[in-house]
């Protein structure tokens, strides 16, 4: 079975971070290594989440330990998303790093999650935070997944349209999966590497809960290490997360549990475009 080093938040109430992530790594038969990077009792935007960030001594004890059990050779996906500061950034770089480094038939995939803001708020991270990430570990991502403020704000350029994200993505030199596309009465997701782009939209929902983020490159990084090349990849990711969504009934955390093998099956209302 493929393995996964999820290096993010765990929040024990909310279907949100890394904890998510793991669950749906787990439905899709990819064996999850969850090293998380806060301990929190529910999602921030509830209000007062409990709990606290990891400390770095901890953070780097953790990794130590899973790389002394030989498994960072055995680690197919490696997935980085939500860090409390710029230190457990450049730990987890570190950590790609090892992982690179370790003896092995085929290289891992390298999927940075640059959790740092959304619209209107802006940053939600210390600027440090999102500077760390920017220097650390776009660097060292096969493929990025931001959502379109964050791809805005790492690329410098407007990501608000599809064809905005396509420029924008390009310019960030690497593959990228981006989220919170508007296309009129849709929401969408793009997908743009050097040679194509594409689309995927479905109908907007009156509310989404949290966590599809995190979902979605969780369903897209499934898709990647069982083969599928990136516009496949994304109609199948899409439509799973299209699937959650409209599972939760407008509720405010992703039944990813319920949902189990149906989150590999692609949603009848998923449009594919192909933008380039």
Do not use: C
Request: zero cysteines; a negative charge.
């Amino acid at each position: 079975m493929p393995q996964a080093l999820v290096i993010s938040s765990h929040v024990s109430a909310s279907r949100v971070g890394g904890g998510a992530q793991a669950l749906a790594l787990s439905a899709l038969r990819i064996d999850p290594i969850l090293v998380p990077t806060v301990l929190y009792g529910r999602h921030p935007g509830w209000g007062p989440p409990g709990g606290a960030a990891v400390t770095v001594e901890v953070l780097e004890g953790m990794l130590a330990g899973i790389e002394a059990n030989g498994l960072f050779a055995q680690v197919d996906l490696v997935l980085t998303g939500y860090f409390a500061s710029a230190d457990q950034v450049r730990v987890a770089a570190q950590a790609i790093d090892a992982v690179r480094g370790a003896p092995r038939a085929k290289p891992p995939i390298i999927m940075v999650d640059p959790t740092m803001g959304d619209a209107p708020k802006g940053l939600y991270v210390p600027q440090v935070t999102a500077e760390a990430i920017l220097d650390e570990l776009i660097p060292r991502a096969d493929l990025i997944a931001p959502n379109a403020w964050e791809l805005s704000h790492l690329a410098g350029l407007e990501a608000r349209t599809p064809d905005e994200a396509v420029a924008a993505a390009r310019r960030m030199g690497r593959p990228v999966l981006v989220s919170s596309v508007n296309r009129g009465s849709e929401i969408g997701v793009v997908y743009a590497d050097a040679r194509e782009a594409w689309l995927a939209a479905h109908p907007r929902a009156a509310s989404a809960p949290k966590g599809t983020g995190d979902l979605l490159s969780a369903l897209f990084a499934a898709a990647l290490v069982d083969g599928l090349a990136g516009h496949y990849a994304l109609s199948r990711a899409v439509g799973g997360l299209a699937e959650a969504v409209a599972a939760a009934g407008g509720g405010p955390d992703l039944p990813i549990v319920g949902l189990g093998p149906k989150l590999k099956a692609p949603a009848p209302s998923v449009r594919m475009e192909r933008l380039a």
